[in-house]
């Protein structure tokens, strides 16, 4: 699946799109609620994305809402059924829920824009630095199947991502500390850093380094900005990592979605991507920092 029809991302445009419905037809949740005889707490959590949607309850809603153009309430029902679809990650049982969220998000988006002060992005690891980033943060998950199943769903995560007809638009920030960051030997991230070199040759990856020189611009240890292709919601969906939850599969990063609570990170990105070196410069100072390591 790709280019929004993750069941993830179909769910979010068919939340937010019932979620803009209601306002246009000036209903309170309560009144809806009361309307259809429905717990308040069923609206809360249709309009969170806590709960799956059936076919009835979005015509239920559509029709109470005054939405009765017939391209509109099928595109609507559509949507309901592509998010009710298994996807690749679910193959993955113990895959903790919030970041099966984010692989679902991360699937369907048309731009991804990492922020990494510690870590190569995933979506950009190869193999042996992502075995070598499982066995500094869990070193007991050495060679046992933890680490297989982790090491798996990096690896189809960068298939699905980047290797799909219609890859996203992909811009990564990396701090000087994370290229000079030894991580699983000198020939490790030697080779690390001549696969970034060969990825940002590709016209859909823009990577960018911020040296020691440019200073602090956010706390914010790691973040990432994620862009839909539909206009169901205008707002970009930001994920902050909480304890290395990009590192490793957690349930510990946490999603902003409303404007005015993402708004700062896409401002933060700006005024990063404004202080790092350029890409041209930025792909010269890593082939550099590669031939330094022998």
């Known amino acids: 699946m790709s280019g929004g029809q993750s069941p993830t991302v179909a769910r979010l445009r068919l939340r937010h799109a019932l979620r803009s419905a209601r306002e246009s037809s000036d209903y309170t949740q309560e009144q809806v609620a009361n309307e259809l005889e429905w717990s308040l707490s069923k609206i809360i959590r249709i309009e969170n994305g806590a709960v799956r949607m059936t076919v009835t309850d979005v015509r239920a809603l559509l029709q109470l809402y005054g939405v ?61 630095y992502a075995r070598a980033v499982i066995r500094t943060l869990e070193p007991d998950w050495a060679q046992t199947r933890q680490e297989e199943e982790f090491v798996t769903i990096r690896m189809r995560r960068q298939e699905h991502v980047l290797g799909r007809v219609d890859p996203p638009r992909v811009r990564v920030v990396l701090e000087e500390a994370t290229l000079r960051r030894v991580t699983g030997g000198v020939q ?51 994920y902050l990592e909480m304890s290395n939850a990009l590192a490793l599969p957690s349930d510990r990063g946490q999603f902003l979605e409303r404007g005015e609570v993402a708004a700062p990170y896409q401002e933060a990105f700006s005024r990063i991507t404004d202080a790092a070196f350029s890409e041209a410069d930025s792909l010269a100072y890593i082939a550099q920092v590669a031939g330094e390591l022998r």
């Open 68 to 128: 009765n153009d017939a391209s509109e309430v099928s595109e609507m029902e559509t949507l309901v059924r592509a998010s009710r679809q298994r996807s690749w990650w679910t193959e993955h049982a113990d895959l903790p829920p919030r970041f099966a969220t984010f692989i679902g998000l991360e699937d369907g988006a048309s731009e991804l824009s990492f922020y990494n002060s510690m870590l190569i992005p995933g979506l950009l690891q190869t193999e042996s």
């Open 188 to 238: 490790v991230q030697r080779e690390q850093l001549l696969h970034l070199v060969a990825l940002g040759t590709r016209p859909n990856i823009c990577l960018q380094v911020l040296p020691f020189s440019a200073g602090v611009y956010t706390l914010e240890p790691t973040f990432v900005l994620m862009g839909f292709p539909f206009d169901a919601t205008s707002d970009v969906v930001v």
